[in-house]
């Protein structure tokens, strides 16, 4: 389908300003009506700046379809089967919010207060899923929510979401919304100053392997072959909460999951993590997209932990939030209620690798090739260092940097204490005279003290961040690139 754009401020008359009120495939006058299209095209939207954004839907077949936005003009022809897509041409944000127009023959859609700013999808489980109302701090969040321009999208599990529309962030709206996207929008939208847009596709319960038609393998350990749980349904939340969104132009995707899967091995969970960010990747069709990754503060086993660090290192265009180090404050260990932390953490990621500003993407990671066993002592180089190693916190203890551990050459982890020397950490323990294995808040040795010193704006000014987490890690010292090797289980 061919498709041809004019510029020029479109004259509409007045009738086509007022928005339509649903969201899902409005009718026109016309007696049988064809026009529609997805309800993720509609009022109160907001598109993607600095990109050709998509519009599509159906009409009838051979029909013309026209597209009017702001000054630009769209047109198309729908193919025999009536689907047509176009884009609108690349447009930089703009708080001034717009009417969209699509008509067709004597079929039109009307649309109104569409934006053109930053759009981010959120995806995973249940601790994606908690609602700001359900969050440490979540009420007051939700009372601040018309001071900050953003529109929300919740995309519920159906091929053909027909009741859904996009909304404005006010107490009711962002109350229902997930506190981890809402937070990661809201310090996206105070340091940007363009309208964000976010879309929530989360459902709780759920295995990786149902998000993508990736298979990850399976673990070689007896223990957790045994311990595997029932079959899996590949790719059926792919099917019916992400293919659904495209190709709707978006910045990029955060993705907070794994809870289902943390008896998977490393290597495993890794492989499918990989796989997931490859195949939305190449789905939506806009290259290499960010990826934003948090990592859990648990694990039944440390494998899940691991391979999201992994991913961070291995894969391009991605950023991890570190959770470990902080504190429940409410709700379980498997469902803590304090997300602000971790939706300002992935802002800062975003705002290092995706919007290029010089900032520290995350705190201390280990290096291999600065590190090394001198007698019994371990001696650990990092990078993403920051202003330097620092300990504590307003909720952890300063001191000496822990909990770490040591093993020898027979194996066997036993207690270890650390300092911090330079740029470095140097970690011993008497029962281990010839180390070569450390370990750093591995599995439930506890939450951890070790960070970088930063200073970073956040809240639009009002308050420094001023230290990033160390993530949890396993390294053996003089077995290669940390980056390129899933920590063995």
Known sequence: MKHHVTTGVSILASAALLAAALVGPPVADALAATLAVPTLIGTHMVLQRDVADPIWGTAAAGATVTVRFNRYTVLTTAAANGRWRLNLPRMPATTSPGGLTITSGRERLRFTDVQVGEVWGCSGQSNMNLSLANSTGGSAAAADAPNHDIRLFSAPETTTPNQVRWTVSNRTTANAFSAVCYYFGRELAQHLKVPIGLIQSTKGGTYIEEWTHTSGGRCTSAMLLAREEAPRQVGRLFDTKIKPLMPYAIRGFTWYQGENDSRDCAAVYLRKLQGLIDEWRAAWGEG??????????????????????????????????????????GGTALHPANKKPIGIRLAIGARSIVYG?????????????????????????????????????????????????????????????????????????????????????????????LYSAVRIPIQGGKVTYTRLPASPFEMTLGTGNLGRQPAPL
């Open 288 to 329: 290499d997209f960010p990826f934003g990754i948090v990592q859990l503060p648990f694990g039944r086993t440390p494998g899940t932990q691991a391979a999201q660090m992994q991913a961070f290192l291995t894969v391009p265009s991605t950023f991890l939030a570190v959770t470990t180090d902080l504190p429940i404050l």
């Open 357 to 449: 500003e010089p900032i520290e993407p995350m705190g201390p990671i280990p290096d291999p090739t600065r590190s090394f066993v001198k007698g019994n002592t371990v001696i650990i180089g990092f990078t993403h260092l920051g202003g330097g190693l620092i300990t504590g916190s307003t909720w952890q203890p300063a001191g000496a940097p822990a909990p770490f551990t040591l093993a020898g050459p027979s194996g066997g982890f036993h207690p270890a204490t650390a300092k911090i020397v330079g740029r470095t950490v140097e970690v011993t323990s008497r029962f281990v005279p010839t180390p070569v294995q450390v370990r750093y808040t591995w599995w439930r040795d506890g939450r951890g003290n």
